[in-house]
C-alpha cells in the first residue's frame, strides 16, 4: 500500500485513520466513500455496475487493472474528487476491461499487451459513438480519464499496489491524436427537442396513468412541470413544497399571473421569478397539496416538491436526479412504440428512419431523458418567436451562443421558408414577383440569397449595393421608390412600426412653432408619398396572408417566425454605417456638420464621414 502523509489540524498524521476504511473495503466490488469524507451516499462500484445503455461496461475482470482502479479511486477519494467523476473514471476503465476480455488470455496478463489491444478499444469507444450508445463528448471523456490513468502509471504516479510492483508495456498507452473530435456543432444538427407527436404521447391519460404505477405523482408532475418549465433537474429537485408558487398582479389590475420561484446554483441566480401558465401551476399547487397529505406530520417548510420515494418516511429528503432516471427508462420501457410523424419537425430530434409522408416512425425512446425536457421546451419558445435575448434570460444562461445550442433553425428549414414566401414576395409598388419559385430548389433559395443584401424593412438586389454588403447604395437609401427593393409579409411588423414613426414625427412636425425655419421642417417632415407607399405595401402583405386557407396560414406564420429568428432583429441586419441615413426614429433636429463629426469620431481633418 502506498504511503500518505496527511497531517490533521493539531500536528498529527491521520494516515491510519484514512487507511482503515480502505483495508476494510479493498477486496469489495462496491466501496463506501462516506469514510473519506463525502457527505451523501457515495459509492464506486467496480463490478455490478448497471448497463442501461447496453455499452458492456459492467464490470472490471481483470485483476491488474481492477487494483489500478482501486488505488487510483482511493487517492482520488482522499483528495476529494468530485464523486461524478470517479464514476467516469471507473466506466472508463470498465469499457476498457470488456475490451481486454476479447483477447486470447481475457487480457489476464498485463505485459502482454500491445498496441492493437489500444486500437481495438479505441474502435469499440468509436463504435458505441456511432450507435448513439455514448455521446461525442461521453465518447470522449472515456478516452480521457482512461489516458490519463495510463499516464499515471507509465509516469511512475502509480508504481506499486498494496506493495506489489506494477507496469506497463510502454505501447500499451492512448496518445493525443487518439482522442475523438467533437464534432462541430453545425444549425444543421437536429437539437435534443422531442418531438411533438412524442411529447402528445408521453402526455396522455394512458401514458400518464402507466407512470403513475412505476413512480407516483411525484413522477408524473415532474414530467408534466419538466416540460412545460424547461428548468434544469437540479433546480426542480431543489424546489421547496411552501415556497415555491408565487403570483403578481397585472399591471392593468385585471387579475394575476403564477411564477415558479426557483435558484440556479450553477449561474449563481436566487429567487428567479418564471412566468408559468395557469395548467402549470395547477400541476404544482396539486403537487404541493399531495405532498402535505403524504408526509402531515413533517413541517411544511422542510418538505420538498418532490420527495424521494424510498427509505424516505418523513418526506425530507429530495428524489434524486439518477432515481428520477430509473424511474423515467422503466416507464419507457414499458410504454407501446412511440411513433413520431411522417413529416421531421425541423430542428428537433428524428427517428432513425428516414422520412415517409404519412407514414409515422418509430421513435427512440432512448433520446427521452431529464434534460430532453428543457431541450424541448427551448425550442418550443423558438418556435414561438421568442427573441433569442430574452430566452437566454429565461433559460439563465451568461452568454446568448450557450442559448443556440438549445434550439435550431436548419439549412433545410430556411431554404423552405424562403421558397414559400418567394411567391409572396412584392416590390416597391406592391407588385408579386415571381422569380425563382418555379422549381423551389435549394439552389434557387440559395441564388436568391446571395443576389440581396439587407435593407430596412426588406432586400435590395442592385448589383453594386449588393457587391458591397448593402454599404454602397447610389440612391441614398431611398429603399421605397426605388424598383431594386423587395419585402415580403416577414417584414410586416417592420413596416408597421415604421408607419407609426412615419406618422408621429408628421404630427410632431406640424405642431412644430419658432424652432425650425420653415426649410428645415420640410426637409424633416416625411413626404405623402413615402407615408402612402408604405401604407400600400403593408396592405399587399396582408391580402397575400388574407387569401390562404387556415391550414396555410399556420404554416406561413411558422415560417416567417423562422425568417425573423434567423434574420434577427432589424438593428442587426442593418449596417451600422446606414443608420444615420434612414428615418428609423425621429428626426435629427441638429443639421449634420463633418468638421464636428470629425472631432468627435477623432478622424483627421478631411477624411470622409460615411
Known amino acids: 500500500m502506498m504511503t500518505l502523509h496527511l497531517v490533521r489540524a493539531d500536528g498529527q498524521q491521520n494516515e491510519d485513520d484514512l487507511a482503515a476504511p480502505l483495508l476494510e473495503q479493498w477486496d469489495h466490488d462496491r466501496w463506501d466513500l462516506r469514510p473519506f469524507g463525502y457527505k451523501v451516499p ?3 462500484r467496480f463490478a455490478g455496475r448497471r448497463d442501461s445503455n447496453g455499452s458492456g461496461a459492467t464490470h472490471i475482470s481483470q485483476p ?23 464514476d467516469d473514471v471507473v466506466m472508463g476503465l470498465a469499457l476498457l476491461s470488456s475490451s481486454l476480455r476479447d483477447r486470447p488470455d ?32 461521453g465518447a470522449a471523456r472515456i478516452i480521457r480519464v482512461v489516458s490519463m490513468v495510463l499516464d499515471e502509471v507509465h509516469s511512475g504516479s502509480i508504481r506499486q499496489i498494496r506493495g506489489l510492483p506494477l507496469s506497463l ?14 464534432r462541430p456543432d453545425s444549425p444543421d444538427r437536429p437539437s435534443h427537442a422531442l418531438p411533438h407527436t412524442v411529447v402528445r404521447q408521453l402526455l396522455s391519460d394512458t401514458s400518464l396513468e402507466q407512470l403513475a404505477a412505476v413512480g407516483g405523482p411525484t413522477a408524473v408532475n415532474y414530467v408534466r412541470i419538466g416540460l412545460r418549465t424547461g428548468r434544469r433537474p437540479g433546480e426542480l429537485l431543489r424546489l421547496r413544497a411552501s415556497n415555491c408558487l408565487d403570483c403578481y398582479p397585472h399591471r392593468d389590475n385585471t387579475g394575476e399571473h403564477a411564477v415558479l420561484i426557483h435558484d440556479m446554483p450553477k449561474v449563481g441566480i436566487v429567487g428567479y421569478r418564471l412566468p408559468i401558465d395557469e395548467q402549470t401551476a395547477t400541476t404544482i399547487s396539486e403537487q404541493q397539496t399531495w405532498v402535505r397529505q403524504a408526509f402531515p406530520q413533517t413541517a411544511q417548510d422542510q418538505l420538498p416538491l418532490f420527495p424521494s420515494i424510498h427509505n424516505n418516511p418523513d418526506g425530507i429528503a429530495s428524489i434524486k436526479a439518477n432515481q428520477l432516471g430509473v424511474i423515467l427508462r422503466k416507464w419507457l420501457d414499458g410504454l407501446p412504440e412511440l411513433l413520431a410523424s411522417g413529416i421531421d419537425e425541423d430542428g428537433r430530434a428524428k427517428p432513425d428512419q428516414p422520412a415517409r409522408p404519412g407514414r409515422p416512425r418509430a421513435f427512440p425512446k432512448n433520446r427521452i431523458y431529464l434534460y430532453a ?12 418567436g421568442t427573441p433569442l435575448e430574452v430566452l437566454q ?15 435550431r433553425i436548419t439549412g433545410a428549414r430556411r431554404h423552405e421558408a424562403v421558397s414559400r414566401l418567394a411567391r409572396m414576395r412584392v416590390n416597391n409598388l406592391g407588385g408579386f414577383l415571381e422569380i425563382g419559385v418555379r422549381t423551389g430548389s435549394r439552389e434557387e433559395s440559395n441564388r436568391a440569397i446571395i443576389g440581396a443584401t439587407a435593407v430596412p424593412f426588406g432586400q435590395c438586389v442592385e448589383p453594386a449595393n449588393v457587391q458591397s454588403g448593402g454599404h454602397s447604395c447610389p440612391y441614398r437609401m431611398r429603399c421605397l421608390g426605388c424598383s431594386h427593393f423587395r419585402t415580403d409579409p416577414s417584414y410586416l411588423p417592420d413596416l408597421r412600426e415604421y408607419l407609426t414613426q412615419l406618422l408621429v414625427s408628421r404630427e410632431r412636425l406640424n405642431a412644430e412653432t419658432g424652432i425650425l425655419e420653415s426649410w428645415a421642417v420640410e426637409a424633416a417632415k416625411p413626404r405623402p408619398e413615402e407615408i402612402e407607399r408604405v401604407r400600400h405595401l403593408i396592405r399587399r402583405c396582408e391580402e397575400a396572408l388574407t387569401n390562404l386557407m387556415p391550414a396555410e396560414r399556420e404554416e406561413i406564420d411558422g415560417y416567417i417566425n423562422q425568417l425573423r429568428r434567423s434574420r434577427g432583429s432589424m438593428s442587426n441586419a442593418v449596417p451600422l ?15 449634420a456638420r463633418p468638421e464636428v463629426n470629425a472631432l468627435r469620431t477623432g478622424r483627421a481633418a478631411g477624411t470622409a464621414v460615411q
Not at 65 to 72: F, H, K, M, T
Not at 373 to 384: C, K, L
Not at 393 to 407: A, N, R, W
Open 373 to 384: 425536457f428543457r431541450h424541448t421546451w427551448a425550442q418550443n419558445h423558438a418556435d414561438a
Open 42 to 44: 457515495t459509492w464506486a
Open 393 to 407: 434570460d429565461l433559460m439563465g444562461h451568461t452568454s446568448p451562443k450557450t442559448t443556440q445550442i438549445y434550439y
Open 577 to 591: 454605417t446606414l443608420s444615420k441615413t434612414v428615418r428609423v426614429s425621429d428626426p435629427d433636429l441638429a443639421p
Open 106 to 137: 481475457s487480457g489476464n496478463d498485463c505485459l502482454k499487451l500491445k498496441r492493437a489491444d489500444i486500437s481495438a478499444f479505441i474502435i469499440r469507444v468509436g463504435r458505441l459513438q456511432k450507435s448513439g450508445t455514448i455521446s461525442d463528448k
Open 64 to 86: 491488474w487493472l481492477g487494483a489500478i482502479a482501486r488505488e487510483w479511486v482511493f487517492r482520488g477519494s482522499v483528495r476529494q474528487i468530485s464523486a461524478s467523476y470517479i
Open 169 to 182: 508495456p510502454p505501447e500499451f498507452a492512448l496518445r493525443r491524436s487518439d482522442t475523438p473530435r467533437a
